[in-house]
């Protein structure tokens, strides 16, 4: 649902029919009455907000909502394009978790996934990035108490050093399967939607596969820069079929608003 706002309706400041956002999940594959539920469940958390005027409901994304597509965003501009000069220290964070507060460990494992971060030892967590700051507040936000964090140069008797702590060998092979999976342009309709947005979820898996480890810490010919140069070319040759079959879905509804339907670019 956000990655349809992010590509098709970017800080339009109208909100968008709610028959068109259903019309364009069940091209991808959704029945129509889960994408209404995925709809009332999205407002429920304070992601969608939601508007009635007689027969007519739309939907427009929070603040919060448009914070996490604003940085989704941002990382898709960055990520695979932009090399950042390493200093060379680590975030570390270590932590205490008790085992009876299973849902606890659970969540602060996917926040620090998102964020970066790999495990060194169990509850040692550690990335490249300088945020050590920023995932220490987002632990103790979700109720871990017993946090420390630094950051510092690294030394450790793990064959590979600290990058052992993500698989690159299997990274590696995520990147090659996408590039095989690529749809080849050339798609119309519905199937361009679905097609473009499908590749877009894929590529955004990258975020909690790989961290983006400084180039000195990779292996030769690491393939990222040149999946994401095929990435950026089929989703950008999918972009004005897509473009069209998402106007069509909010003409259909109200023909005025189908002119504000954005699509989203990338640089290669």
Same mark, same amino acid.
């Given at each position: 649902m956000l990655t349809i706002f992010g590509d098709y309706w970017s800080h339009v400041d109208e909100p968008m029919p709610s028959g068109a956002l259903v019309r364009a999940l069940t091209d991808l594959d959704m029945k129509e009455g889960a994408a209404r539920a995925a709809l009332a469940r999205m407002a429920r958390i304070g992601l969608l907000a939601v508007e009635r005027a007689g027969r007519r409901t739309t939907h427009q994304l929070t603040a919060r909502a448009q914070e996490i597509v604003d940085e989704e965003s941002a990382w898709l501009e960055s990520f695979g394009r932009i090399q950042y000069e390493w200093d060379g220290l680590w975030s570390v964070l270590a932590f205490s978790i008790p085992e009876s507060q299973r849902a606890t460990r659970h969540l602060s494992r996917s926040r620090l996934r998102w964020l970066g971060y790999a495990p060194l030892y169990d509850g040692v967590w550690i990335s490249p990035l300088d945020s050590a700051e920023r995932a220490m507040a987002q632990l103790q936000e979700i109720g871990v108490d017993r946090v420390t964090s630094m950051r510092a140069r690294l030394d450790t008797s793990l064959p590979g050093g600290p990058q052992s702590a993500w698989d690159l060998a299997a990274i590696g092979d995520e990147y090659r399967e996408f590039a095989a999976a690529a749809p080849a342009p050339g798609s119309s309709g519905a199937a361009a939607l679905s097609a473009r947005s499908r590749l877009m979820l894929a590529w955004q898996e990258f975020r909690t596969i790989d961290v983006g480890l400084p180039a000195e810490l990779l292996p030769e010919e690491w393939p990222q820069r040149s999946t994401r140069r095929l990435f950026v070319?089929?989703?950008? !040759?999918?972009?004005?079929? !897509?473009?069209?079959?998402?106007? !069509?879905?909010?003409a259909e509804i109200s023909d005025g608003l189908s002119g504000l339907v954005t699509r989203r670019r990338l640089a290669g």
């Open positions: 070319e089929r989703y950008d !040759a999918l972009g004005p079929a !897509a473009e069209e079959r998402m106007r !069509a879905h909010i």
